[in-house]
T-cell receptor, first 112, second 114 residues
């Protein structure tokens, strides 16, 4: 998990509320990613960013938003439009042109 | 469509025995393949990768994987399993569309029994 931090570790949200998950990396990586993990489904890509001020939708972007104002930071907002937000969220980063991604420890979001 | 399949939801092995976790892939062009391990409530840890070269790739914690182009497989192996190897294992392939996107399999839970 070294080099990438996610906070908080656990997050509880009421229905209808937006919530923002933090992801910070000190690896000097250009690319950052957000994944959602549900039991038995592996990881699904929500958003990714190759450089500052640029990001692309992944496979399941609906109901989520991101920003990339700094190289080190890639926060994810789970909006009230996300119908089933309870999941484990993982942030990752990689070098430009690099291959393996390095993952943070994750945030478990529960909607009450 | 590009995809990764891990045909076994769970693999059970006795400690000291060899283990194999299976992975097959479908991707256009030359595949970039990865194995990750996840312990409960933790992020994924990188184990090994195949980009090019020798078909047998050695990685962390004594794990290795064999790339087989004709069978489009990339099975993870270890000669002697440890109880501490019990975890969730993910195979992934780089999306040939670029941007270093990874496509993950659904994961295989490895249980090593004493």
């Amino acid at each position: 998990d070294g080099g990438i931090t996610q906070s908080p570790k656990y997050l509880f949200r009421k229905e209808g509320q937006n919530v923002t998950l933090s992801c910070e990396q000190n690896l000097n990586h250009d690319a950052m990613y957000w994944y959602r993990q549900d039991p038995g489904q592996g990881l699904r890509l929500i958003y990714y960013s190759q450089i500052v001020n640029d990001f692309q939708k992944g496979d399941i972007a609906e109901g989520y938003s991101v920003s990339r104002e700094k190289k080190e930071s890639f926060p994810l907002t789970v909006t009230s439009a996300q119908k089933n937000p309870t999941a484990f969220y993982l942030c990752a980063s990689s070098k430009t042109g690099g291959n393996e991604q390095f993952f943070g420890p994750g945030t478990r979001l529960t909607v009450l | 469509a590009q995809s990764v399949a891990q045909p076994e939801d769970q693999v059970n092995v006795a400690e000291g025995n060899p283990l194999t976790v299976k992975c097959t892939y479908s991707v256009s062009g030359n595949p970039y393949l990865f194995w990750y391990v996840q312990y409960p409530n933790r992020g994924l840890q990188f184990l090994l990768k195949y980009i090019t070269g020798d078909n047998l790739v050695k990685g962390s914690y004594g794990f290795e994987a064999e790339f087989n182009k004709s069978q489009t497989s990339f099975h993870l192996k270890k000669p002697s399993a440890l109880v501490s190897d019990s975890a969730l294992y993910f195979c992934a392939v780089r999306d040939s569309g670029g941007y270093n996107k990874l496509i993950f399999g659904a994961g295989t839970r490895l249980a090593v029994h004493p």
